[in-house]
């Protein structure tokens, strides 16, 4: 596919191209980890920005059977794709929102009493949902000494926590969560239990923790769970940008918004169609004061320049040999990790991700 539609490619500043094949090993990577447990599939934030059409039939493909959004508009487009799935709602259960979530079989993942009370006082009997248990985020979810007060004829569907900082291995906060969950379960007993994301599957005591059910997300998209060590995931994302002007410029010369950066030589400068409104976060800009992102053109790895536009950044191409008007420059991808970027672009490479936009033309690659 790509390269194939150069006209409808210059409609657009950017290119996407997310690797289905990639995404779906690494879906199977994880469930060969977690396995005997089943592993779900985060894909809230719209798949993390990455297209819940094309991401959850892949992953359909790949065999996952159950899928966690945050919002009911989220799980209305999943149930469209996915018939069959079980899909868990994470933000939980809006006032009079039941009959909502028993008319497409979508489970909420309960979050207080409250909500547990309006779920037993609306839904039919057995009604599969999931309560979430606040083991010390202090965001949502039960707190440890409440789950005593719950009614004696709720049975949920699964019992979940999620992680504070399982990407930090030996976090001593981890420790006490995961004896804070197994204190629950057994207030609970005998209900599927579910508690890592990406990271917490690469945890040393996966085995014990693994329970009945994982829940990554991050790691699909070709995210590092494991940060500091190299990414065990495929790559997933690649994010290029047409150079549409080439301007060569004296030393001493300002680029950008505010000329918060100068040429030190005579310099060339290449400006790319794709800017902050496409999720480049303006955090990447090159002033005085902080390096910025990078881009790699033609092979070589090239500076920014100056401060991020909304539809523009400029890059300096003086090292790169044989710049035309045309060429593409690499923001993500290949040797730019997506870590890597996040880490210049002072965040993490989910909001990256969530942050890509609409703009670009997206290439999906499926095999
Ligand atoms: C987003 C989310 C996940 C997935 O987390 P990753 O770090 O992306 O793997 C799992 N559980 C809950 C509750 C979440 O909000």
Redesign the pocket.
């Known amino acids: 596919m790509r390269g194939h539609s150069p006209v409808f490619a210059d409609l657009h500043g950017g290119r996407l191209t997310i690797d289905l094949k990639a995404l779906a090993d690494n879906w199977r990577q994880l469930a060969r980890r977690a396995g005997p447990a089943e592993t779900a599939a ?1 894909v ?1 934030a719209d798949a ?1 920005g990455l297209g819940i059409e094309a991401v959850v039939p892949a992953l359909l493909n790949a065999g996952c059977r159950s899928f ?1 959004v ?1 919002h009911f508009s989220e799980a209305l487009r999943v149930r469209a794709l996915a018939p069959d799935a079980v899909i868990y709602v ?1 933000n939980g259960l809006p006032p009079h929102g039941c009959s909502a979530f028993h008319t497409l079989d979508l489970r909420p ?1 309960l979050g207080s009493l409250d909500e547990v009370a309006e779920w037993l006082a609306h839904s039919p009997e057995d009604a599969p949902a999931a309560l ?1 248990v606040d083991t010390g985020l202090n965001r ?1 979810g039960l707190s440890p000494p409440e789950i005593a007060l719950l009614p004696k004829n709720f049975r949920p569907a699964l019992v ?1 926590s ?1 992680f504070v900082s ?2 930090i291995p030996g976090d001593p906060i981890t420790l006490r969560q995961i004896a804070t969950f197994r204190a629950v379960r057994e207030m609970i007993p005998d209900v599927p239990a579910s508690l890592c ?4 599957l690469f945890l040393s005591t996966l085995k014990d923790i693994a329970f009945d059910m994982v ?6 998209y070709g ?1 590092n ?1 494991t940060p500091g060590a190299p990414n065990p995931m495929r790559e997933v994302v690649t994010l290029e940008a047409r150079l549409i002007q080439l301007r060569e410029v004296e030393s001493g010369v300002s680029v950008g918004y505010n000329a918060q950066w100068h040429t030190t030589r005579p310099s060339l400068i290449a400006t790319v169609s794709l800017g902050y409104a496409d999720g480049y976060l303006r955090s990447g800009g090159a002033t005085a004061q902080h390096v910025g992102g990078k881009a790699i053109v033609n092979g070589v790895e090239c500076a920014l320049a100056g401060r991020i536009s909304m539809d523009l950044i400029t890059i300096d191409v003086t090292d790169a040999p044989g710049v035309q008007r045309g060429d593409w420059a690499v923001l993500v991808g290949g040797r730019l990790a997506l870590d890597d970027v996040a880490h210049r672009l002072e965040t993490n490479g ?1 909001e990256i991700l969530t942050s890509l936009g609409r703009r670009h033309e997206r290439v999906y690659l499926s095999s």
């Open positions: 985060a809230k993390y966690f945050a994470l993942v979430h949502l979940m999620h399982s990407e994301n990406s990271s917490g829940r990554p997300g991050y790691a699909l995210g769970p989910y």
